[in-house]
């Protein structure tokens, strides 16, 4: 209960369909706890024997559907109960969405693919989050595909990923992301190389199609797709690519009707397009507190939540790996061979020479063990952060959370850098 004031308490009753939000300050913790009743917080339910602690910025709602009581003790940014939530709206979507689980299963066909869009700051991912979990809580194996590069849901942000969920999410920490599928994309945002991106997404839906023939209960427990905000431009055509690549069922638009419109016209009639609201209570996130979220995030990646594991520091050989960056400038189209398109150098690979430019950086580590096989649609095991590069000895120094000797040896290098101030 370090960190926590214990001097401010404040006790909470709410009736049913109501909802707690708050809003955790920085550098101040938060304890809540249930009193009485019962309670969710994004679908995950609340047992009365554990104390949840909050860290500096969190932003929470805890919903009941019959009543509760609950504590809250620490200082608090915001906090206010309120009634209006489209929690009702949200659970008649799971509902409809079960029921397609429920003739897959019947009928030994491919669960509902739901694609889930809109702006930014709309509460997309808490709506993911809400219906994975009343998916999983029916028993379902539902999989969370994350495409929102900003913050990479199953990872760290520049990555796009899967996750079959088998368990609820952690109030606190969230998914189990211990065994997630990742591929290296390395910008925060799809224009960072849109032909990456495109090609990323195609690739998960492949992995996605072969784990459906391997697994029924996969299969016919369906996908729910994450998506960035850029819902303009060519971010709408990543949203078309999307849909077309999972061959989306569902795709559930929040706030925005505008897109709803566009994505009813341009899709096919048999998908499902829906427009819901997004929750009053979703917090508008300025530019800063983004970067700092995918700061924190990179953050937890090396060390755990709540700074509960310590990563390694290790020195490697410029000799013992080959970094690789993804994407080639792109040449004048005068300069091209005959027949060669331009956006092929979009996905090429082209070695890196390694130098003091490499600090900072993030670096996913390919599973691939040979230059033969396709290295940019290869998943990656995991990442280390450059520290520190000494171009006279030939290494550079890495921060790593698995210990020495890495498994493989072919890195990728992101656009994105992390600075270690911990
Ligand atoms: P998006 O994925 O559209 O960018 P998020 O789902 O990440 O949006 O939501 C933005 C922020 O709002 C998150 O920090 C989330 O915890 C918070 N949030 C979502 N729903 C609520 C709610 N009902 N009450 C309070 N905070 C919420």
Known sequence: ?????????????????????????PNERVKLDLVDGS??????????????????????????????SVKLTGKLEACYVSKDTPMVIYLNTHAAVE?????????????????????????????????????VRLGRKTTLVDIDVGQGGVAIPGTVGALTVERPADPVDGFDLKVPLVYN??????????????????????????KCDFNSQIKYSGCIIN????????????????????????????????LYNDLKRDLPDFVNVILQPKSPGVVERPRESRRDARDERVKEYFYG???IYFPHVFDIKFS???????????????????????ENTQTKLVPVIPGRDLTHHILSLSMAESLEENVVETNVAGFVVVTHVD???QVFSVLSPAPRPLPRNYFLIMDIRFIDIH
């Not at 029921?99 to 889930?116: F, S, Y």
């Open 39 to 68: 309670a969710e917080i994004f679908g995950t339910e609340l047992v009365r024997s554990r104390s949840y602690i909050f860290e500096s910025g969190a932003k929470i709602a805890v919903f009941t559907w019959f009543g509760c």
């Open 391 to 393: 171009t006279d000895r």
């Open 185 to 210: 994309f390395g910008h925060t945002s799809p224009n960072g190389n849109i032909k990456l991106y495109e090609t990323l997404i195609s690739r998960l839906a492949d992995v996605f199609n072969a």
């Open 227 to 258: 998506t960035c905000g850029w819902i303009k431009g060519q971010g709408y055509q990543c949203i078309l690519h999307t849909a077309q690549s999972f061959e989306a069922d569902v795709v559930l638009v929040l706030d925005s009707e505008r």
């Open 320 to 342: 013992d790996v080959n970094i690789f960056k993804i994407g080639a400038p792109a040449l004048p189209d005068s300069c091209l061979p005959l027949g060669m398109e331009q």
């Open 99 to 135: 029921q397609l689980r429920k003739t897959a299963e019947q009928e030994d066909i491919r669960g509902p693919r739901i694609l889930v869009v809109g702006a930014q700051d709309v509460g997309k991912s808490t709506v993911c989050r809400l219906l994975l979990n009343y998916a």
């Open 1 to 25: 209960e370090k960190g926590i004031d214990l001097t401010i308490v404040q006790d909470y009753k709410l009736a049913k369909d109501n909802e707690l939000r708050f809003e955790v300050e």
């Open 305 to 307: 939540p709540r700074k």
